[in-house]
Structure formats: structure tokens, C-alpha cells
């Protein structure tokens, strides 16, 4: 009885020594106040890397083992709650990545979550969730996407959970992210600067000659810089003395005096994910994306909608254009007011299209070709007979060409994967190709779309990314001398 009694005084003696403790002088370090009900970690199971650890109630969550990344700069881990009424699919899936890498990836994150880049970083407008020694912001979109992420700039890392999961209140999300901790080391690391702290893009006038002819180049900058993390969707049309310019789902009105693009109107769209355009002879501007509606403007107001067409590139009549997709059954449209009408057409030597330009006199398919022979442009009359087709100096396939038309010596294409311009002959055959950089002095562009101006030139428009890397450009050029 005795020995029980000192047991038991030992134990309270402990426990008051342990209350007494309960301060310290470590501001970071703080308890939680009694009946707080934040989650407590449970069970047995353990995800342990180089840059963060995770403790979890292995009897709710599912470690998927085989997808784990264990690096020394880049760890990565997936673990789900399954479906009790149907283990193949799961409640909640989440990925837990930490890399030791460059910033863009995050800063992209920030832009794609709507946070703005400069709100977070000068005003440190948003609040942030301690969770794992790490400082996180958090994204809810109060359907089925949390995101707890952060930059940690000294270490150089960039931190990553994200949940996919049936009900974003659901506890067991706490839970989980109450378990993290991440092992990083302050290296001093300083990334390299924001937009607003990098240099624009600049460069003179240039000219480069090939055969009989002499290409020349002129950089058109906009007003105020444009930057963006979509590299591929953007577009530039010229109506009468304007230029519209489509990016990011974004439409702007701007007027050119020969030297600046200068903003003059947002043009409002019904969706933020229409990519291609074109121009036609009564000052129309056609919009088209991915499974919109088909959209026509006149003086930036919407004069027309059609439904049921794919991707549209109109004829300049403005009387027809050519519905397509990525195979090579296709359509001729020809529209009356309100309604259209659609008669198929087959674009036999292509396979995969992955674009189409029409001027006057042509249809040009840019695609790979049925025969496995690589990506060539197939050059048709609007009645689908082919007029020849444009290739590279071996006869064989170029990269991937998002704009060409005929010239008075010609025809002239623009690879976005090779980066070049392309020369053709009457005929069809080659004559030269040109690279980005030589002609625009530019490191690596692609090119996204081009519009022909009134006096023959083309305006084309690129993606750039900087020098000192702090942005990617969107870029135009006046091109002429073809």
C-alpha cells in the first residue's frame, strides 16, 4: 500500500512539475489551451523524406507507396481515404510536394489561384497557416480543391499540398496537414526578381537575307509590358487601324501608330478560354475556342453567336470559314446571318491537325501527315483538292507551323517548335529558313498567331521569356521583305 502511495504522489508531483513548465521564453513555441479540440494525430504510419516528415492514422489514410519521390531536392507523396463502399476510388487524394528549385513554378501557382503576385509579395496582403514549421498560404474553392502552398524563399523550396476530396470541410483534412513537418535548410538562398524588378525585353530593328529576298523584323512594344505563364494561346488580329490581341482568355482593343501598341478598350467575353481569331473584309473580328460558342464582334460588341462548331478560321469574305478539330474530317461553313450551314470535307493527306490558316486563295492544314511522314503544311483549294504541300529543305517534316500565308514570291510560315520562318517558292518548294534569332533577337519564342496588315506586312505574336528570367513576354513584331 505504501509502495502504491509513493507511486501515485510521484505521478502528481510530476504532473505539477510539468504545469509549472508550461512557459517558456520561446515566443514560437506555444500549447494548446485546455478543451482545445484541434486534431491529434493518430496511428502508426510514417512518411519520412529528405525534406519533410509525415505522421498519419495509417487506419484512414492509404499510402501509395510506389508513387513516392524521395530526392535531394524534390519529395513527393500521395496518400488517399478510400471509398468504403468502393476502394477503387477514393473521398479525399492528396499530394505532398517539397522541390529545391527555381520560383516560377510557384509564382505561376499564385497567378493560376488568384493571388496577386505583387499584393504578396511587397504588402504581404495574404494570411498565412502554420503547418509544419512552414508559413502556408491556403486556397479553398469550397468544392473539391484545398491547397496549402508557400515559397520558402532561403531554403529555395517551394512547398505543395493539395487535396482532392469529396467535401473540403471534412476533418480528416486537418488532420493530415497537423501531422507535416518539413526539414529545410536556410542556405541563404535569394530568387531572382518579380516582374515588376526585372528588365522588359528591348531590341532594335533587323534584317536578315535570304536568296533574292531580305526579311526585316521591327519590335512593336506594347504601352506597358504584357506578361504571362501561358506560353502557347494567344492571338493578334488586325481590324481596320486597330489591333486586338487575345491573352489569357483576355481581349483587348488597342490602336497602332506604326511604333507602340497602346490599350484602348477590355472587350468583354462571355468565356476567358477562347484562343484563335480572325478578320474578315466588313470588319469583323471571329472568336473561337474550346467548345464555346463561335463569337462575332463588330466594334467590340458581339454581333453573332453560333453553336455547334468546333475550332473556326474564316475565309476574308467573311462568307465561309473551315470547322475543324484534330482530325481530318472537317467542314466548310458558310454562314447567313443567324444560321450556318456545314458541308463536310476531308483533308486526306493530314492526320492530326494542329492548325489551319486561310487566306484568298488557300487552305492551309497544318498537321501530320497520313502517311507518317511528319508535320507538313497541305496546302488546299476551298473544294479540298490538294495544291501542294509546304515541307523542309529534305522534303521532310517541319516542327510546328501556327501561321502561313501566299506572298508575291510565295509563302511564308511561322514554326512555333522550331522557331523559325519559313520561305516556300510558287511552287512549294523550300528556300530558306530563318531562326528567331537572328531575325527578332529573341533566345527561345514560340510563335502563337500572325495577322497581315493592310499594307502587306505581318504582325506576329510570341512568347518570350526574359533575360534575367523574372517574366515570360508576350512579344510582337512587324515582319516584312518577303
Keep these: 500500500m505504501k ?7 510521484s505521478a502528481i508531483l510530476i504532473l505539477s512539475l510539468a504545469a509549472c513548465g508550461g512557459n517558456t521564453d520561446d515566443p514560437e513555441k506555444t500549447t494548446a489551451p485546455a478543451g482545445d479540440d484541434t486534431p491529434v494525430v493518430q496511428g502508426n504510419g510514417e512518411v519520412k523524406t529528405n525534406l519533410f516528415t509525415l505522421k498519419y492514422d ?25 471509398d468504403p463502399d468502393d476502394p477503387e476510388y ?36 495574404y494570411d498565412t497557416v502554420d503547418i509544419g514549421g512552414a508559413k502556408l498560404l491556403k486556397y479553398d474553392d469550397g468544392d473539391d480543391t484545398v491547397l496549402y502552398f508557400n515559397r520558402v524563399e532561403g531554403a529555395g523550396a517551394t512547398i505543395s499540398v493539395k487535396f482532392d476530396t469529396t467535401d473540403v470541410s471534412d476533418s480528416r483534412i486537418e488532420a493530415l496537414v497537423k501531422g507535416l513537418t518539413f526539414n529545410l535548410e536556410d542556405t541563404g538562398n535569394v530568387d531572382g526578381p518579380w516582374e515588376w524588378e526585372g528588365e522588359a525585353f528591348s531590341t532594335e530593328d533587323h534584317s536578315v537575307t535570304a536568296g533574292s ?6 519590335f512593336i512594344p506594347f504601352e506597358k509590358y504584357i506578361s504571362t505563364f501561358e506560353t502557347f494561346n ?8 486597330r489591333i486586338y490581341v487575345l491573352c489569357d482568355g483576355e481581349l483587348m482593343e488597342c490602336s497602332f501608330d506604326g511604333e507602340v501598341l497602346a490599350f484602348v ?23 473561337s475556342g474550346s467548345m464555346n460558342d463561335i463569337l462575332r464582334l463588330k466594334d467590340g460588341k458581339t454581333v453573332n453567336t453560333y453553336e455547334d462548331i468546333d475550332k473556326l478560321v474564316m475565309h476574308p ?39 489551319v490558316s486561310v487566306d484568298e486563295n488557300n487552305i492551309y492544314v497544318c498537321a501530320s501527315a497520313a502517311d507518317d511522314s511528319g508535320h507538313k503544311v497541305f496546302v488546299y483549294g476551298k473544294d479540298g483538292t490538294l495544291k501542294t504541300t509546304l515541307c523542309d529543305s529534305d522534303g521532310e517534316g ?5 501561321f502561313v500565308t501566299s506572298t508575291e514570291n510565295g509563302y511564308i510560315g511561322f514554326d512555333g517548335n522550331m522557331r523559325d520562318v519559313l520561305l516556300w517558292d510558287n511552287t512549294g518548294a523550300f528556300v530558306a529558313e530563318i531562326s528567331s534569332d537572328e531575325l527578332f533577337d529573341t533566345h527561345y519564342p514560340w510563335f502563337c498567331a500572325s495577322t497581315v496588315l493592310s499594307d502587306g506586312s505581318i504582325l506576329t505574336i510570341m512568347t518570350e521569356e526574359r533575360a534575367d528570367r523574372s517574366a515570360t513576354e508576350l512579344l510582337v513584331f512587324n515582319v516584312s521583305g518577303f
Excluded at 398 to 402: A, D, E, F, I, Y
Design 213 to 218: 529576298l531580305t526579311l526585316k523584323s521591327e
Design 234 to 241: 494567344h492571338s493578334i488580329a488586325a481590324v481596320g487601324d
Design 317 to 355: 469574305s467573311g462568307e465561309w470559314g473551315v470547322d475543324y478539330f484534330t482530325g481530318n474530317d472537317c467542314n466548310i461553313v458558310t454562314f447567313s446571318g443567324d444560321t450556318f450551314t456545314a458541308e463536310p470535307i476531308v483533308f486526306e493527306e493530314a492526320d492530326t491537325i494542329m492548325h
Design 398 to 402: 517541319l516542327g510546328s507551323v501556327t
Design 58 to 82: 495509417d487506419s484512414v489514410w492509404n499510402h501509395i507507396e510506389e508513387d513516392m519521390t524521395n530526392d535531394e531536392e524534390y519529395c513527393y507523396a500521395n496518400l488517399q481515404v478510400l
Design 265 to 287: 478598350n477590355p472587350v468583354e467575353l462571355p468565356e476567358d478560354d477562347y484562343e484563335i481569331m480572325s478578320t474578315t473584309s466588313d470588319g469583323s473580328l471571329w472568336l
Design 90 to 125: 477514393y473521398l479525399i487524394d492528396v499530394e505532398i510536394e517539397v522541390s529545391v528549385d527555381s520560383p516560377y513554378d510557384f509564382r505561376e501557382d499564385l497567378v493560376y489561384y488568384g493571388f496577386d503576385q505583387y499584393e504578396y509579395k511587397v504588402n504581404n496582403k
Design 3 to 9: 509502495k502504491l502511495l509513493a507511486v501515485l504522489l
